[in-house]
């Protein structure tokens, strides 16, 4: 009857490891999937009218975004995991609704700034202000709401939020010097 047990608890752990695994493949694979929808969106933009915009100063080459982003979205996606695998709670399922709200805010904002610039110029990148400042409070909110559930997954958020705190500053300044 031990070896029973013993063997129903090791297929329970298995499947939970199994789970558990499935679902952090499941964050990554859909924020690398925005990431590169928004890579697909934005390139003809940055090698059109982005490469003929006034930027601020502050503006780094072209070449740092993609590895930024990437391992942006990698640490996301393990915060979301990390509060996901806590037993399920009210905090756990507010932490995570709020995650996929900046989620799909962050999925917006690269057609809006890198699409409505180049279709309609100055507006389009107010419209994508707009945006990117809603998402700087959705983050700052998953921050503190990921802290509710584990303090490693909102530690694991901030840079995240600092990057896009960052981005922010980039899309007012150019929309600025838009006009």
Same mark, same amino acid.
């Given at each position: ?21 499935? *679902? ?12 590169? #929808?928004?890579?697909?969106? /934005? ?9 003929? *915009? ?7 080459? @072209?070449?740092? !975004?993609?590895?930024?982003?990437? $391992? ?5 996606? &393990? ?15 507010? *932490?995570?609704? #709020? ?6 805010? @962050? ?5 809006? !700034?890198?699409?409505?610039? +180049? ?12 945006? =990117? $400042?809603?998402?700087? !409070?959705?983050?700052?909110? /998953? &921050? ?5 559930? +584990? ?12 990057? $896009? ?5 980039? @899309?007012?300044? =150019? *929309?600025?010097?838009?006009?």
């Amino acid at each position: 009857m031990t070896d029973m047990r013993t063997a129903t608890t090791t297929h329970i752990a298995d499947r939970s490891g199994l789970r558990s695994g499935l *679902a952090l493949l499941g964050f990554l694979s859909l924020s690398l999937l925005i990431g590169l #929808v928004g890579s697909l969106i /934005s390139q003809p933009a940055i090698d059109g009218w982005y490469a003929d *915009a006034a930027k601020p100063m502050w503006t780094p080459p @072209n070449a740092v !975004f993609g590895p930024v982003w990437t $391992v942006l979205y990698g640490a996301m996606s &393990i915060a979301a995991w990390l509060v996901w695998r806590r037993p399920a709670s009210p905090e756990r399922t507010r *932490a995570l609704t #709020v995650y996929g709200v900046q989620l799909a805010l @962050n999925a917006i904002w690269t057609p809006a !700034f890198f699409g409505l610039g +180049s279709l309609i110029g100055g507006p389009g990148l107010w419209i994508a202000l707009a945006i =990117i $400042v809603a998402l700087d !409070f959705a983050v700052l909110a /998953s &921050i503190i709401r990921f802290g509710d559930v +584990s303090r490693t997954a909102a530690v694991l958020m901030v840079p995240y939020w600092l990057w $896009v705190l960052y981005a922010t500053t980039l @899309n007012a300044a =150019i *929309a600025v010097l838009a006009g």
